[in-house]
């Protein structure tokens, strides 16, 4: 029952994300052809020291509440007073930051651009706290609402500022209104009266503690290459970095990233079940990197067209960036689920240590690559960085539910059988055929070489699945739901054929 309330769970985030995504994507198309990569660099200086000071403030007050036994009203007032506090904190910090912050990169107009940045972190802590009693009942249906809500009102406030101006405050306006619409309407949603007070904070102060240093350090680490490069490399340079960023993110932050939360109330729903929680994670982690390597690989063998088709020539700069951004994050899928695991069985001190070994990493390559290697030494020190971080999660992670890490690499040998199949095949497209450089020949060449990979994929892994006896997984579910689909088709037909 937990698995399939998960799943659905899981589902309807992952929809809620993809649609939001695809939203994102669309308006930073709209917004890159009437906009330049020096604007988008400029933004990106911006929001490092925003995306800094939030994550120090970080309080996961949902995931606090969801672990609580019962859910009172004065630990939803504490909770809504504790997010008070904390924007109010965010929007004093950044705007007091933000002229040493201008200085320090000779760019006076980041003031102004900072101050108003600082609204988007500070609302995001302010969605209702009540949405928490959905969230431990595995219910995300008003987060889907407010989520797609959000993200097009930021689409049209942005589009329409940047007709309207062509400057980067259209990327401003679309980074703070989509917070600012979903903190006020989940208050629509689910109405609720706080009221000031601080007499629960006891029971939110531990799992903080742990989790704002991480959040501290996580910070630290995503945003170093940034800071650096800002410093190091020209506004236009910068921003095809940031650009290619973003898209490289898009698969992470639309597919995984939403089912954290569900996985953290299943988490901790099994945790008195030690072998259904095994088992349960077991299906989850085979579940990530089964769709998780054929897109980041796909992803970084298809750069070329999907800059040339969604960006147009300007962006052409971008493509190795892409290519190799994509490669660095293919690490992630074997570590991800470590967060809601450790939050579930209330071991937040392991993302901490976590986050500060990657730091100890990934920073001193991060300087010594930006200052004398640029983007390449940036984008090496990612890729070294990551691959240290995901056999450090998996070694946790055997020590938390006794998985070893030849197990948890070797429950996945199909996904990379099938993806090595696919790679071979995009590659050999590549080389052996003559793509045009127009914007139809990118669009033909993306979709021959996506549905080719796809089609490769999937055969070679359905292969290897019934070779080996079908077992219980990801493919036997996807099994189920092709099998249930053609019976459904099968019924209709028969139908027809009587009448």
């Not at 089912?259 to 989850?284: H, N």
């Not at 769709?291 to 960006?311: H, K, Y």
């Not at 070994?357 to 200052?371: D, E, N, S």
Request: aromatic share 10%; hydrophobic share 55%; with cysteine.
């Amino acid at each position: 029952m937990v698995g399939r309330q998960t799943a659905f769970s899981g589902s309807l985030m992952v929809a809620a994300r993809l649609i939001s995504r695809f939203i994102d994507l669309f308006s930073m198309l709209v917004l890159a052809r009437l906009l330049s990569p020096s604007d988008f660099g400029l933004v990106a200086i911006a929001m490092t020291i925003a995306l800094i000071v939030e994550a120090a403030l970080e309080m996961p007050l949902s995931e606090s509440l969801v672990r609580l036994p019962v859910i009172t009203d004065a630990h939803y007032n504490t909770a809504f007073t504790i997010a008070f506090i904390r924007a109010i904190c965010i929007c004093i910090i950044i705007c007091g930051l933000s002229v040493p912050f201008a200085l320090f990169y000779h760019q006076p107009g980041l003031v102004k651009l900072i101050c108003v940045l600082s609204l988007a972190p500070a609302a995001r802590g302010f969605l209702n706290p009540r949405f928490a009693l959905y969230a431990k009942n595995l219910n995300f249906k008003y987060e889907f609402v407010c989520e797609l809500s959000g993200k097009s009102g930021a689409f049209v406030a942005g589009v329409t500022t940047a007709f309207l101006t062509h400057s980067y405050w259209s990327i401003a306006a679309c980074t703070i209104t989509s917070p600012l619409i979903i903190a006020s309407l989940s208050y629509v949603l689910r109405p609720f009266r706080p009221r000031l007070t601080l007499s629960e904070w006891r029971v939110f102060s531990g799992f903080l503690g742990w989790i704002s240093l991480s959040q501290v350090i996580l910070a630290i680490n995503w945003q170093s290459d940034q800071l650096l490069l800002g410093k190091f490399v020209r506004t236009a340079q910068l921003g095809l970095f940031t650009t290619a960023t973003s898209i490289s993110n898009i698969p992470m932050l639309a597919l995984f990233s939403p089912i954290q939360r569900p996985l953290l109330s299943a988490f901790t729903m099994l945790k008195e079940e030690p072998d259904r929680l095994v088992s349960g994670y077991r299906s989850a982690a085979a579940a990530i990197v089964t769709i998780g390597l054929p897109l980041m690989i796909g992803q970084s063998l298809v750069a070329e067209p999907t800059i040339r088709l969604l960006l147009g020539p300007k962006w052409l700069g971008a493509t190795y960036m892409l290519f190799w951004l994509s490669f660095s994050l293919i690490p992630c899928l074997f570590g991800m689920l470590l967060t809601p695991l450790s939050m579930a069985m209330n071991e937040t001190q392991a993302l901490f240590w976590r986050n500060l070994a990657q730091m100890c990493v990934k920073l001193p390559m991060v300087v010594v690559g930006a200052v004398f290697y640029g983007f390449a030494g940036v984008i090496a020190a990612r890729i070294v960085s990551e691959v240290f971080m995901s056999l450090y999660c998996m070694l946790i992670i055997r020590q938390t539910i006794a998985i070893s890490v030849f197990d948890q690499f070797t429950s996945c040998w199909r996904s990379f059988a099938a993806a090595g199949a696919m790679a071979l095949i995009l590659v050999a497209l590549n080389r052996s055929v003559a793509w045009g450089t127009s914007p139809l020949d990118a669009g033909v060449q993306l979709a021959v070489m996506v549905s080719s990979g796809a089609a490769v994929y999937g055969a070679v892994l359905a292969s290897l699945w019934m070779a080996v006896g079908r077992p219980a997984g990801i493919e036997a579910k996807v099994w189920g739901i092709l099998s249930a689909v053609r019976g459904r088709f099968g019924k209709v037909a028969g139908v027809r054929r009587v009448v």
